[in-house]
């Protein structure tokens, strides 16, 4: 294990690496700007290191003043958290350069799966379905006006280098699409500084399911469930749960399998996430991988007793993992709501300022992440979190009604400050949310209700029922974003992962 660990992040994901390094007996240094001096990861750090001021591109995303620290205060490895430069396979390789260790994948691995043409194509080699739609990226409107004729509208305008719920255009119609598409273009551009864009069929309708996996440099990998992340607003999540209701056990393992071999496939290391859309038929599609922890991943922690950010640390140091596929067991029902400091009101616009009153909840099977405190001023640099208010119970219904009493206990209040909580706490007492029945047109439908007189958008055809998945063609060692990928021919069942972790051949 290291010595020494630079935490290159801030607020509550920064408090959460550094408990877990505190714990494994490692000693941290946070870096930070000057308008988080204060903050409580820089007050709780062994050593800390002013890297920049607010602007996080001065700060947070200044790759070079992070590695200067690392080497000015010894640092063996650095932890990037989430957002910022997380998943930025230039950043990787400069630690790698400069003898730091990434705790992620490696910088190779990193750029095919950020760019989201190529991740398309890998996992289609890899066996795992794609919704309908473009493998490479289009480089006319034209030829997108081609790929949404042959799919069908509603499609989805989406940039190859985008993430975050950012760079993507959703488009009714064939008049919209060539201004959609030069928009989601420029967007992409400024955004990226990548103009790239693929189309595929938009799901209107469906359910964001992701897939936590764990993966050491052994060749080893084991997946740790299920998680349910449909409730969102402009793709950005709000509520999460592990795992994901209402599904049918042979959905769940196959979304499960699926994962893992994808992930194994392109020699995936550490904890990452396969997101996944899956319809009202339960036709399951891959959307991405994401190679960090998640926001999200308590909900994981909660139902697993295992610690992600633990084994992060003890796959980046090079030990093989230390659990095998037979010892992760799930039990009960974990719930997590974010707190954004945001108004629901105004279409969640930020609401930041200073907290006057600041009360997490307690009580049994309870979990807050926060690194808020009373005085504390939310900064308006930055993104918009303040808490994660996580709990578990034996069942749904019991997790639903800890978590909306948790809410209820939670008092945030300062001049201007408004939070999701009202809005989340709406969410937990919808009846199709309750049932488990819900999708990602949820927050739409709450804040925006149909006409009584509207049409629901029809789903795309599809051949046979079930969740469809594909034998993977020919290995390739590499595969580029605009390669045609090899063959796939629909099967009827997923190999089983047996009583062992999966091991890459």
Not at 146 to 175: C, L, N, W
Not at 236 to 260: C, G, H, S, V
Request: charge should be negative; aromatic fraction near 6%; glycine fraction near 8%.
């Amino acid at each position: 294990m290291f010595d020494k660990v630079l935490i290159a992040n801030r607020g509550e994901i920064a408090l959460r690496v550094l408990r877990a390094c505190r714990e494994l007996g490692v000693r941290t240094v946070v870096v930070h700007s000057s308008a988080d001096a204060d903050s409580l990861p820089v007050r709780l750090a062994d050593e800390t290191v002013q890297i920049g001021p607010a602007s996080s591109r001065q700060s947070y995303l200044n790759a070079a003043a992070i590695v200067e620290a690392a080497r000015q205060t010894g640092a063996q490895a650095v932890h990037p958290g989430y957002g910022f430069l997380s998943e930025d396979a230039d950043f990787a390789e400069i630690c790698a350069e400069n003898g730091l260790v990434f705790v992620g994948p490696p910088p190779q691995v990193m750029a095919a799966l950020a760019d989201k043409s190529t991740a398309r194509a890998l996992m289609s080699r890899a066996g795992l379905p794609l919704p309908p739609g473009s493998v490479r990226t289009l480089p006319t409107a034209a030829d997108a006006l081609d790929v949404a004729a042959e799919v069908g509208y509603p499609v989805i305008v989406k940039a190859a280098a985008g993430g975050g719920g950012r760079g993507m255009t959703v488009v009714r119609s064939a008049a919209e699409l060539p201004r959609a598409y030069a928009r989601t273009r420029a967007a992409a551009q400024v955004a990226f500084g990548d103009d790239r864009v693929y189309v595929e069929r938009y799901l209107a309708d469906a359910r964001h399911v992701e897939v936590q996996v764990l993966c050491d440099g052994h060749g080893n990998g084991i997946h740790l469930g299920t998680r349910d992340c449909s409730v969102q607003r402009r793709h950005q999540k709000l509520i999460e749960e592990a795992p994901a209701p209402a599904l049918r056990p042979a959905t769940l393992d196959t979304l499960a399998e699926t994962a893992l071999r994808g992930a194994l496939s392109v020699g995936f290391t550490g904890a990452g996430t396969v997101e996944f859309l899956v319809d009202e038929a339960e036709r399951c599609h891959f959307l991405e991988i994401n190679c960090r922890i998640q926001v999200e991943h308590p909900v994981t922690e909660l139902v697993t007793g295992i610690d992600l950010v633990h084994e992060q640390l003890h796959v980046a140091a090079g030990t093989p993992l230390r659990w095998r596929q037979e010892d992760v067991r799930l039990r009960g029902v974990a719930v997590e709501c974010r707190v954004n400091v945001e108004d629901p009101d105004r279409d969640f616009a930020p609401a930041p300022g200073r907290l006057d009153r600041f009360r997490p909840p307690g009580g049994p099977f309870t979990r807050v992440d926060t690194h808020g405190h009373v005085g504390y001023l939310v900064s308006p640099h930055y993104d918009s979190l303040l808490a994660k208010v996580a709990v578990w119970a034996p069942d749904r219904d019991g997790a639903l009604d800890r978590l909306d009493r948790a809410l209820g206990e939670f008092d945030v209040a300062g001049p201007g400050v408004r939070t999701t909580i009202p809005f989340a706490r709406r969410v937990l007492r919808d009846a199709a949310f309750r049932a488990g029945r819900h999708t990602t047109a949820l927050v739409d439908r709450l804040l925006h209700p149909p006409a009584a007189d509207a049409v629901p958008v029809a789903a795309p055809p599809h051949d046979g029922a079930g969740a469809p998945a594909y034998r993977a063609g020919p290995a390739v060692p590499d595969i580029r974003a605009d390669a045609d990928p090899a063959g796939r021919t629909p099967v009827t069942a997923v190999p089983a992962a047996g009583p062992n972790a999966w091991r890459n051949p």
